[in-house]
């Protein structure tokens, strides 16, 4: 894991002097801005919206007759330069669909540029540390925890399937001449079939969003890097809840349930214990008539918390 490139040499986004900062683009208090007139003459036409607001408080439109109150809506500009509120759905009403349309889209295309960029400023201050973090910490427990779960016996697919809860536990069942009996309930199974340690996905995709290459050297279009800015936290959460899952697989009492389902289910013979050897847990397991294998469990005494490893990229009020 550590042929990655130094975190410094991570390439850093030029700023564009152009761009205007999402949080002029995205308002909240539109009357505080200087210069707004309160009624533009019907038939008169913005030239761009500004800005696209939504407010606490009622405000009113300046384009319409009734000068309707309403909480969402544009900063309209005119070609001499009066700007004046407008209503969400006024445009539609009053300028014809077509210029509405236009004008919108000129406005959301610049907020999801100025969005794009406020995300890439937050990853690039957030994520080297992040990516520090998880290759020091997380990653290498990650790795130990499944290197452990690995070693249990490949059970029967079809039955293992078929005996999955949705929370992904496995039922250990036991058929009888009346019915069946749930002996035991393996804790989150599902990682028996999920070997590949979460958390490196996610610093896959934190380099790609940093250096905009790949782990294969292969170039990240900057749509996807902000796909995957987007989708970053969702992962980093997935990761943690399979640490979590990890833990409780690896305890005592799930390996003795474990061990029934490696008797039920197992093709030949297998046994599978939780033993302490020197003091320290360990699994054990014994495949036909060769010897027990010993696979010490590493500590997990803390694990890591999604909402602590980094705060949000994506900003508020802009999807
Ligand atoms: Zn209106």
Redesign the pocket.
Known sequence: MSTHTPIEKFYQPQANAEEIDLSQLVIVDPCSQEGLVKRIPSGQIPVRYKNRYKTMHKVR?A??EQ??S?NTGFTAVMSDGRIAL??KD?GRKYFGDDAARKLESEIQSAINQAAATEIKRRCFLYLPALIEEIERVWLPLDFAAREVVSKVPTMRKSLIKSRMTPERDLLVIETGSRHDDVVAVVKAAYLLEQPRPAFRDVVGDCRAILKGRNDYGLDVSEERRIRLARDLQGKIKTACSEMADLKSFLTRSNIAALRKAVRFYFHGNAQVQWVKRYGRPVMRIKRGSNGWENYEIPDMPALPEANTLIPDLIPKDVV
Request: contains cysteine; aromatic residues 12%.
């Open positions: 439109c384009f319409c000068r309707q309403h407008c209503g006024c």
